[in-house]
Every structure is written in structure tokens, then in C-alpha cells.
């Protein structure tokens, strides 16, 4: 596997894998990123955004397989968003996610203090990974927040290693 960062040609490909990952799990709803409007031109959005990056992970067929990203969070100073952080079944439990989320938080530690998520109580695997990186749950979303389907919300202090 390799990961660079997101490249306009791999807009439709990541497009593909968030909404059919959102539709297993029954989330193709509002509120979700599968009705985010920036999601047909994710490599556009992070270049410019100001300290945001995309990055695809890809296979040895050279297909993308899966990404993350990190942005700022709202108006808030210091704090990031880890976003839209979606693997194909194909490549599940291979420890991709936690690639992808090294890559994406070492980045955020260059520039914010905080790493903020929102995400849904029943995507059970990723809730274990966020708190096995050293996220702490939340009880509310951040002031700020545009998803307002997700059910659970979690921050990580970057100057924290793990």
C-alpha cells in the first residue's frame, strides 16, 4: 500500500468509496458527509483550505482504496478536523486506517493543537481505533459542528504521542 496526497484523478474513486461505504452501514442521510457538496471535488477542497490535506491510500493495482483528510475546524484557533476517513471492505483489517491516521495526525501536530472528529456510535471499529490513538470521547459536538447526524464526537491533544 502507499498513500500520497489526493490528486484530481482520484476525486470519483473516493467519492465511490465514501458513499458505498456510508450506504452498508444505512447513513446515506442528511447530516452525513454522503451529502457533503465538496465531495465530488475533495482534491480542489483541501488545496484551498489553509492547513488541510487529503491524502488516497493505493493498492498495488495503483486503485485507490481509501483516504483521510484534515482541516480546520470551524472558527475555532488550534483545533483540526480529521475528515472523512473511509477504507473499501476489500482492504478492511489490514491496519490501513491506522497508516492513514498516522500520516494525517502527524501533519495536524505542524500546525494545530487539538484533533477534533465527529463520527456515529455504531461504526464500532473506528470509535476503537480513534480511542486507541488517544481520542477522548465527548459527551456534545463542538460548537461549529455541520454534521448533524453523527452521535459521537472525540478530540485528541496532538502534543500527546500516540
Known amino acids: 500500500m502507499q498513500i500520497r496526497e489526493i490528486e484530481e484523478k482520484d476525486n470519483q474513486s ?3 468509496i465514501i458513499k458505498r461505504s456510508l ?12 451529502f457533503d457538496t465538496q465531495l465530488s471535488t475533495l482534491a480542489q477542497f483541501y488545496k484551498e483550505q489553509p492547513n488541510s490535506k487529503y491524502w488516497v491510500a ?10 483521510v483528510g484534515i482541516a480546520p475546524f470551524g472558527q475555532e484557533p488550534g483545533i483540526c478536523e480529521l475528515q472523512k476517513l473511509y477504507i473499501t471492505p476489500e482492504s478492511q483489517g489490514m491496519g490501513l486506517s491506522k497508516d492513514l491516521m498516522k500520516v494525517a495526525l502527524d501533519f495536524a501536530r505542524k500546525h494545530y493543537t487539538q ?6 456510535k455504531k461504526l464500532q471499529a473506528a470509535n476503537l481505533l480513534y480511542i486507541k490513538l488517544g481520542f477522548q470521547q465527548l459527551e ?15 478530540i485528541k491533544d496532538l502534543s500527546l504521542l500516540g
Open 14 to 16: 473516493i467519492e465511490r
Open 23 to 34: 450506504e452498508s452501514f444505512n447513513l446515506n442521510i442528511p447530516g452525513t458527509a454522503y
Open 58 to 67: 493505493m493498492n498495488e493495482q495503483n486503485e485507490v482504496v481509501g483516504g
Open 115 to 120: 484533533c477534533y472528529l465527529e463520527t456515529m
Open 140 to 154: 456534545r459536538p463542538l460548537d461549529g459542528s455541520e454534521h448533524n447526524a453523527t452521535d459521537a464526537w472525540f
